[in-house]
């Protein structure tokens, strides 16, 4: 498809179980980010890749949360030993390298409901 | 660091109605800055942006923008409001060192009833 696509689009677990969420930029944009969204609240910044690194992790709430983009396109965050408090919806961005407009391209989120 | 305050968390308003949606922000040095717009079961969309010039800036669907630095606001303006046009509009700034990350407002749900 032509825009960010992110699966699940639904997870429901028990607290303590591990998550995987997944996201597949627009081809071609370089730059990826995670982004996720309480009720209520706006995006909140998690990590942002620039390629394969991890240009800054600065938003990760704690060691539970990891994110990886091995090859430079698709992307997972996972979640360790999840808590309640870990459920939101998580948002995935991108953009192409070098553009300094600010302009993301956001999927539709992945919710995560923990029990 | 930066912040972002949207004071209105929603704004009903009639069909054909203008409508301003408020942006404060708080940093201390130069950003952009931007406003994203979240129909309902779709992802966030870029509305339109301030990153130099001109401080009346225009977006899509008929909305434009005026930063206003001695204020420190970016409010979202529209002059006549149709029913389509209800969603969550996010506000959000970013230094303008070379753009990394957006900080977003807590949002503001527009109702356009007929």
């Known amino acids: 498809g032509a825009g960010v696509s992110q699966t699940p689009s639904n997870k429901v677990t028990e607290k303590g179980k591990y998550v995987e969420l997944r996201c597949d930029p627009i081809s071609g944009h370089t730059a990826l980010y995670w982004y996720r969204q309480s009720l209520g609240q706006g995006p909140e910044f998690l990590i942002y890749f620039q390629g394969t690194g991890a240009a800054d992790d600065s938003g990760l709430p704690n060691d539970r949360f990891f994110a990886v983009r091995p090859e430079g396109s698709v992307s997972t965050l996972k979640i360790q030993r999840t808590e309640r408090g870990d459920s939101a919806v998580y948002l995935c961005?991108?953009?192409?390298?070098?553009?300094?407009?600010?302009?993301?391209?956001f999927g539709e989120g992945s919710r995560l409901t923990v029990l | 660091a930066q912040s972002v305050t949207q004071l209105d968390s929603q704004v009903p308003v009639f069909e054909e109605a203008p409508v301003e949606l408020r942006c404060n922000y708080s940093?201390?040095?130069?950003?952009?800055l931007f406003w994203y717009v979240q129909y309902p079961n779709q992802g966030l969309q870029l509305l339109l942006k301030y990153l130099s010039g001109s401080t009346l800036v225009k977006g899509i669907n008929g909305f434009e923008a005026e930063f206003n630095k001695s204020q420190t606001s970016f409010h979202l303006r529209k002059p006549s409001v149709h029913i389509s046009d209800t969603a969550e509009y996010f506000c959000a700034v970013s230094l303008n060192t070379g753009f990394q990350k957006l900080v977003f407002g807590t949002g503001t749900r527009l109702l356009v009833s007929p």
């Open positions: 940093s201390s040095v130069s950003v952009y």
């Open positions: 961005a991108s953009s192409p390298a070098g553009l300094a407009s600010g302009e993301l391209f």
